[in-house]
């Protein structure tokens, strides 16, 4: 049975990359906490914790866990933190575990927006080397159906500027967020965005509706069609099609993913749009994602 030396206010949700990674939880909850498709923190009033009761976390991780090479800071977006609060949990983790390699976060392009170029710059020096991002579309109209408050612009001014900070980008996209009025808008800017910030990383995942589809239609502010699952690799391919960068890893393998795709963008852009047409090919028409449990 897996043992921490800290209780965690639960839930807590961390990227697929971050498996193996020491968690500290820094705020609670998510300082937005209201785009229509995100039921993760929905259980969580957003606060920044005490240092005091971070770095005494900090300490008992740091015993329990020698060596560890990645920390990632929980939960939603930690990286809302001021730059000197940020600063100080950095020296406090060096300190505490030694050399690692890398602490990242979940991020709002506007929390690093807020941010100055020379303090995303000393962040990085200090150990935050990755930022994960769920941009989930490029397309303004969508961006606002989904209430993300963000726009293309700040997405894409807030993600550069941590990368000419020579911080790393995480971005995910989608798949579905759009429904079927929406879908090629959707794999055309997303598309789009992608090509201008050529992120390190980049995976798309599928909308999943763990309180059904009615739910999510209530809160999406235009006409949501849910799409069959072929709609949703020809919506795939339109945007893997569409995506021309430089050696970005891509992944396909969230849970929400009903076909999982590994490559580098563009080297195997032909490869994934050749697996995805053979998945279209095998895959009935009428077939719809399956809903997963209610949570
Ligand atoms: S910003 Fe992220 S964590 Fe917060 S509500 Fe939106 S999708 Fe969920």
Redesign the pocket.
Known sequence: MFFSPVSYHQPVFRPPGEANSVIIQATLG?S????S??E??TSKTFKVRNPAEVFADIQKLSQHNAGAKKIFLAD??AFVLSSKKLMALLDQINTSFGRIQRVSS?A?PKDISNKSLSELQELQSQGLKLLYI?I?TGDDELLKLIN??ETYNSTVDGILKAQQAGIDTSIMILNGIGGKEYSEQHALNSAKIINEINPKFLSTLTLSLPYGLEHFQNKFKGNYQQQSITELYKELKLFIEKTKVDNVIYRSDHVSNNLILKGILSKDNDKLVSTIEKAIANTSENQYPSAPEVL
Do not use: V
Request: some cysteine.
């Open positions: 998510c937005w906490n209201a785009c498709f995100c993760m923190y939603g977006n979940y709002l769920g989930e993300k408050s």
